[in-house]
C-alpha cells in the first residue's frame, strides 16, 4: 500500500476542516432577469438555467490541489423551511450553515403551478444516475457537442430538436466553466512567487484548457474533466451523485501514463 504523500495529508486535514466551505456564495437567480423567452421550449430555457448557474459559480483553487473544482453557490433558506417535500433544519451536519439546494428560476408562474399539483418542483431531478464518463473523456465536450448538432435536422421532430439545442446550450456552457478554472489558474501562476507551486499551475492549467473543448489525454487529464463534470452535476441536480464504473473509466489512461513513464503510482495518488 502506498503511504499518504504530504500533499494529499495536506488536503485531507484541510477537507476535514471544511476550509472549502468559507467559499460559498448565496443566491437566488432566475433567468427572468436576463431577458429571457417565455415562448421558447422548457428544455431549452432550463439549459439556459444552468448556464446562469454555472456562469455565477466562481472558479476556486485551493491550496495544494492539482485537481480542482468546487461546488459554491447556494441557495437561500429559512430554518424549518419545507424544502423537496421535507423539512431541513439547519445547519445540517457534518457541513456547517449548509443552505438549500436550488436551481436558477426558468418557468412561468402558470408552468410551476401546474408543475405541483404532480409533485414536480422547479429544480426537480433525476440523481443516483451517473453521466457517461467513457464517452466524455474520449469524445471530449466539444465531440459530445458536435454529435448533438449533427444529430439537428428536419427530419426530427420539434421535441427532439429542442433537447439537442439544449444539449449544445448546456455544453457551451460547461466548457465556458472549465475555462474560467484554467484562466484563475493562470493568474494564480502569475501571482505566486513559489517557483515549484507556478509550474504547477502552469501544467494545470494546460490541461484544463484543454479539456475545455477536447479530449483527455492522459490520466491527468481524465481524472480533471471527470471532476469538473461532477462539480456541474453537484451544481445542476444536487442530489446524490454516483461516479458509475470510475475505475474502468479511467484504467486504460493510467494504464497508459505508468506504461509509459509519464506518471508514477505515488504522483496518480495525488490526482485522486
Known sequence: MIALSGRVSKLLESHLDLKHIEHR???????????ANPSEPIVIR???????????TSAIIMDNELIVGLRTLYGQVAEGANILRGTYMLPV????DHKKAFYAGYLTTAEAM????????????TSHVPFGTAMVLELGLGG?????LDRMGPGNSGAQ?????????????ISDFISKHAEETRNLAEATGDKARRDELIMMAESIQR????PATSFNDAVQLFWLCTVVMAVESQGCIPIGRLDYDLWPYLKKDLDSGALTLEKAQELV
Open 114 to 125: 401546474e408543475a405541483q399539483k404532480y409533485g414536480i418542483l422547479e429544480g426537480a431531478y
Open 144 to 148: 459530445v457537442k458536435q454529435k448533438a
Open 46 to 56: 432550463k439549459a439556459r438555467a444552468l448556464k446562469l448557474l454555472l456562469d455565477e
Open 25 to 35: 456564495t448565496y443566491s437566488e437567480l432566475s433567468i427572468w432577469d436576463h431577458e
Open 211 to 214: 479539456i475545455s473543448a477536447g
Open 161 to 173: 430538436n429542442d433537447f439537442l439545442k439544449a444539449v449544445v446550450i448546456s455544453f457551451d456552457a
Open 93 to 96: 451536519n457534518p457541513s456547517t
